[in-house]
């Protein structure tokens, strides 16, 4: 019999006790669901049997001509990425951590800071293999098992295990970034600058909602001499407190609140994940953790639903670190509860202490019903059955498709009442 185990997502709230083994591993029975490298902040990615992909991580095919790579699903961003990069690939699509496997990207149907251009990761899907609770073993895209397709990009691992996946690749001209920082002042500022930027790249970094920085970047020709993959800083054990450590500091300083104008070339994958340069720094916040709720709107309600947040902030006395902006484009998304939709999104970390959850659900209920927004479930750990159900259209067709599941069900699953 395995032994139980303390589990949580990337904010460290929720948390919970659970058998922890490897998918292949004999299940103890009770609910269970997948997990991959455990980097969704809240609740989606465990239950009372957690079933880890990560050992299965093989590369199955590269086919440059054809322009595609198949891997098994617990294979880390970062290593395929390391590896296409040796080959002068990339994949067209990443989020803001290369610490993610394939199967979790897809079950979130994660995005980057080229969405406008690019769409989300689901759009470089050729086709995957699902394993369902029955244990048949499927192979889905648009027109094979296309509604389970469909329910499985963006579905929270909720329709089965995503066990292998083919993806495009994209070639790489150079091996850098064209990087290009601007001050902002203001919110419409700040909205204005990402509407004009026609950089595949772009995001604002707020302190606040009258200072933050535009963050754009493109790719280069060049093939310049870079560190390209850097080790991560560690944080200390027991830290105490993001004040008390200068060089994290520093860093958070220097990412945030850049206070000149430059342009420089940069390695690529520092620039698209500059978080990844410290390792766990989810323990800044201190040990009972964060919630980072993200939501997105349409862009007239953008500049208003930000400000009814910092409004909230100001009033509340609640900790908060990292906000950004981004611009999501007219590409739909092709899950029935994926996350992006035309619009922009912000994003903002909130140091938990008791209670915010209940407080961040009132606000929710402000961003849904005023401002039509759309919280990003990756991030969430405390939104309704209710409310996911007025700010998800397809919610209602998928919650009826995986309402029948036996055992698979995740605390995501059940703390929303998707599942009993
Ligand atoms: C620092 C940081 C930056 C981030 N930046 C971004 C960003 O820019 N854009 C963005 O979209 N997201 C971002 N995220 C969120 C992150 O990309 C997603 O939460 C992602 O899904 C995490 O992948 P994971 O492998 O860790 O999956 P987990 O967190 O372990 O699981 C996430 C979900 O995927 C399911 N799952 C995982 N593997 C499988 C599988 N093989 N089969 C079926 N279901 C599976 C789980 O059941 C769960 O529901 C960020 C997170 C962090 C911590």
Not at 64 to 80: E, F, H, P, Q, R
Not at 316 to 333: C, D, E, H, P
């Amino acid at each position: 019999m395995p032994i139980k185990t303390h589990i949580s997502g990337f904010g460290k709230f929720p948390s919970s006790i659970t058998y922890l083994i490897d998918v292949d591993g004999e299940n103890p029975g009770g609910d269970f669901i997948y997990r991959g490298n455990g980097m969704s902040y809240g609740d989606l990615s465990f239950s009372e049997t957690t079933l880890s992909t990560r050992k299965h991580n093989q590369l199955i095919e590269l086919n440059l001509t054809a322009g595609y790579v198949k891997v098994a699903s617990g294979m880390l961003l970062l290593d395929l990425i390391k590896l296409l990069f040796e080959k002068g690939y990339t994949l067209p699509v990443l989020p803001g951590t290369l610490y993610i496997t394939v199967g979790g990207a897809i079950a979130n149907d994660v995005h980057g800071k080229n969405h406008v251009q690019k769409g989300s990761f689901g759009h470089h899907i050729i086709d995957f293999k699902l394993i369902t609770e029955n244990k048949e073993a499927l192979i889905c895209n648009s027109t094979q098992n296309a509604e389970l397709f469909q329910h499985t990009i963006g579905g929270c691992g909720l329709t089965g295990f995503i066990s292998e996946a083919t993806l495009k690749i994209e070639q790489l001209k150079g091996n850098t970034i064209h990087e290009k920082s601007t001050p902002i002042k203001g919110l419409s500022s700040a909205i204005k600058a990402l509407q004009n930027s026609d950089s595949l790249f772009k995001i604002v970094w707020l302190k606040n909602n009258n200072q933050g920085v535009l963050l754009e970047g493109d790719f280069t020709d060049n093939k310049t001499e870079k560190i390209h993959f850097k080790n991560p800083i560690t944080v200390p054990f027991h830290f105490g407190g993001i004040l008390t450590s200068k060089p994290i500091l520093s860093f958070y300083n220097q990412l945030k609140f850049r206070t000149s104008k430059f342009e420089k070339e940069t390695a690529i994958y520092p620039f698209l994940c500059p978080l990844d340069a410290v390792k766990d720094w989810n323990l800044l916040y201190g040990p009972k953790g964060i919630i980072q709720f993200q939501f997105t709107v349409d862009q007239t309600l953008i500049e208003a639903a930000v400000n009814s947040v910092f409004n909230w902030v100001k009033t509340s006395q609640y900790t908060v670190f990292l906000a950004t902006i981004k611009q999501f484009g007219t590409r739909s998304s092709l899950g029935s509860i994926s996350f992006p939709k035309e619009g922009f999104t912000f994003t903002i970390d909130v140091k938990y202490t008791a209670g915010l959850e209940n407080q961040l659900q009132q606000l929710a209920d402000k961003i849904i019903d005023q401002y039509r927004g759309r919280f990003y479930l990756a991030k969430d750990s405390f939104l309704t059955f209710d409310q996911l159900s007025r700010s998800y259209a397809g919610f209602n067709a998928f919650v009826d498709f995986v309402r029948n599941n036996k055992q698979l069900k995740s605390a995501f699953s059940k703390r929303t009442g998707i599942h009993s």
